[in-house]
DNA sequence: AATGGTTCCTGGACGC
DNA sequence: TGCGTCCAGGAACCAT
């Protein structure tokens, strides 16, 4: 599934194959992704055609490709199972599309790039560029999207979203999948970044001092550079890269998924639980279960 | 206004 | 072996 770790590898590896290009090509293959345009899969080719990418950005799970063309920017994301492949055509005559292909593109290299997905839960944008309220150029259909744990720099800004947390009634685990608080993280991630700081993920964040909330925010950032070292987390086949790698860092789960296995720092059970109709892994002792959850959630 | 709940969708895991 | 049922997930949307 890809969260933030899982597209900052495909930014990357689109990022040296595609800046500088130009889209000569596209074959919008039902255009069932297209989010956000009234015009639908005719008003993203007609953005498309023709266009120079100048860069591919990304904040937390949104990615988007910046333009010389029509429109500023074609936002991309790949929701649960969405892939992006690049290759190159082996003749003149395009392939049939494979199947749960969503969109084609064809560059002035003679490069393919193939947008599939599965589940149909990611999304495809052309949006106008515009400065948000951090000051940075950004899709204007992300502007509703909060900056992720990687953009935060300083001290400060970590300690100004931790007091935002520590603001609300609401448990931890669900803010931190709030990407209007802070974006990228998703269900592994938030699990292994409540690890790491020592919470249980059912925690108020009214109750939790602020100096463990930015431990959490810290230990969230900690764990998403890490996998982006080894190129994400595949938990199944649905996330690999732009050439169809998977990632590698399923092997340094701590928690998520891990429901009955031992804790590898003290051995104990890792246990699982919903929150917020979400799946929830934790280790009962390194991360012990507020004795009054705000809710609970898992009678009836 | 804030926040919990529901919905979209389909492959894969599971049970009989 | 093959069928049906259930579940996972991110984010938009609805309900309260």
């Known amino acids: 599934m890809p969260e933030l770790p899982e597209v900052e590898t495909i930014r990357r590896g689109l990022n040296s194959r595609i800046v500088g290009r130009r889209i000569e090509q596209v ?14 899969i005719e008003q993203v080719s007609s953005a498309l055609a023709g266009a120079s990418i100048l860069g591919v950005e990304r904040r937390g799970k949104f990615m988007w490709w910046v333009l010389d063309g029509p429109a500023d920017s074609f936002v991309v994301h790949l929701g649960m199972s969405g892939q992006v492949r690049t290759t190159t055509p082996d003749g003149d005559v395009p392939r049939p599309p494979a199947r ?17 997905d599965p589940r149909m839960f990611g ?8 400065r948000d309220a951090s000051g940075r150029m950004v899709p204007t259909a992300v502007h509703h999207i909060a900056p992720d744990p990687l953009e935060l720099e ?4 970590v300690t100004v979203l931790a007091r935002l947390l520590h603001g609300k009634d609401r448990s931890v685990k669900t803010m931190l999948l709030d990407q209007g608080l802070v974006s990228g993280i998703g269900n592994i991630y938030a699990d292994e970044g409540l690890f790491l700081a020592g919470l249980h993920g059912e925690r108020a964040g009214s109750k939790v001092p602020v100096k463990v909330l930015r431990e959490v925010l810290d230990g969230c950032r900690v764990v998403m550079e890490q996998a982006v070292e ?18 590698y860092f399923e092997r340094q789960l701590h928690v998520y998924g891990r429901e009955g296995a031992a804790c590898r ?10 929150v917020q109709g979400r799946s929830h892994f934790f280790c ?17």
Request: charged fraction near 25%; include cysteine; charge should be positive.
């Open 265 to 274: 720092v003290c051995g104990t059970e890792i246990q699982r639980l919903t």
């Open 284 to 300: 009962p002792a390194c991360q012990r279960r507020p004795r009054n959850p705000r809710k609970s959630r898992k009678q009836n």
């Open 154 to 157: 300083s001290d400060e800004q």
């Open 123 to 130: 999304q495809l944008t052309v949006s106008d560029l515009s």
């Open 27 to 40: 074959y919008g293959l039902g255009g069932r992704l297209v989010r956000n345009n009234p015009g639908g």
């Open 230 to 247: 080894v190129g994400g987390t595949s938990f199944d086949a649905l996330y690999v890269d732009v050439e169809g790698n998977p990632g």
């Open 100 to 116: 749960h292909e969503h969109l084609r593109l064809l560059l002035d290299n003679g490069e393919l790039i193939s947008f599939v």
